[in-house]
């Protein structure tokens, strides 16, 4: 009698469990599902009361006329160029600051990575004005270099994230491995980073879209529209009296979303899996 009772609790509460997840999911794919729709209304269908949330009739001219009211193209391929050189950078820097505090044995590493965790409290507002005055006197402003360099010295959250991760591999394989008189750039590239792959993986993607969605940045640095990535070029979607067409800019943004949602499509398995083993050892 007990048994069952217990196993009709467990059963109650997978099911409680399983609805407040689907009530979850569905608040997050409503915006993505009204983006979509009010990318496909007509105009006259854009400020109805109650709103229409199944356009009739469909409106799939939006789309080309989003590619031929701004230079959405350029726009696409400054934003690649961005954040592909960005995700480079932090796979570079990060895994080998990283290592450094992970595998490598040296006085002062565990306080010196308390004071680079620290950093992480430190707002982004801080250090603008600091960064624009360094930038702008080695004359990098309006260029893409303060959007790409910085992912060259390392983020903190990423540092962290792959040292617990490397701290999870066994010991005995850098032992071995300088056994058989491996260095330590062998000991990396060939044991380490290639037993890393789920959270080199996390990194690119969290970097990728930061350097996608990144509109305080290229609003600060740069000046000429030919340079603008994505995230300032839907900013333009209105005509000179300042009024938005909301189709056309959905479409835009629906057209601007569909490389991180195919990134994320190929990349999930490995994503899901560097988050689910980066544990909190050490």
């Not at 356009?55 to 799939?60: K, Q, R, S, Y």
């Not at 005509?239 to 990349?267: C, E, R």
Request: contains cysteine; glycine residues 6%.
């Amino acid at each position: 009698m007990s048994l069952n009772l217990g196993i009709k609790r467990a059963n109650l509460n997978n099911a409680l469990a399983f609805a407040l997840l689907l009530a979850l999911s569905a608040s997050f794919i409503l915006p993505l599902f009204w983006m979509i729709s009010t990318s496909l209304k007509p105009i006259d269908q854009l400020l109805l009361d109650p709103p229409k949330w199944v356009p009739n009739p469909l409106e799939f001219d939006n789309y080309p006329n989003a590619l031929e009211e701004q230079p959405f193209l350029q726009y696409l391929g400054n934003s690649l160029q961005i954040a592909v050189a960005a995700v480079l950078g932090a796979l570079l820097s990060n895994s080998l600051i990283a290592y450094g505090f992970s595998r490598i044995d040296w006085k002062g590493r565990d306080v010196i990575f308390v004071l680079v965790l620290s950093t992480l409290m430190l707002p982004y507002h801080v250090v603008m004005i600091p960064l624009f005055v360094s930038f702008s006197k080695i004359g990098w402003v309006n260029t893409w270099l303060p959007l790409i360099v910085p992912a060259y010295f390392g983020h903190p959250f990423f540092i962290f994230m792959l040292r617990q991760f490397m701290l999870g591999i066994p010991k005995e394989l850098s032992e071995a491995t300088r056994i058989d008189g491996g260095s330590e750039w062998i000991l990396l590239t060939r044991i380490i980073l290639p037993l890393c792959k789920p959270a080199l993986a996390t990194v690119a993607l969290f970097q990728f879209i930061w350097s996608w969605n990144d509109f305080i940045g290229p609003l600060i640095y740069l000046n000429e529209r030919s340079l603008y990535p994505m995230s300032l070029g839907l900013a333009l979607y209105h005509n000179s009296q300042g009024i938005t067409d909301f189709s056309i800019l959905m479409a835009a943004s629906t057209m601007a979303v569909v490389p991180i949602i195919i990134i994320f499509f190929f990349m999930q398995g490995v994503f899901i899996q560097g988050i689910s083993l980066t544990g909190l050892k050490g």
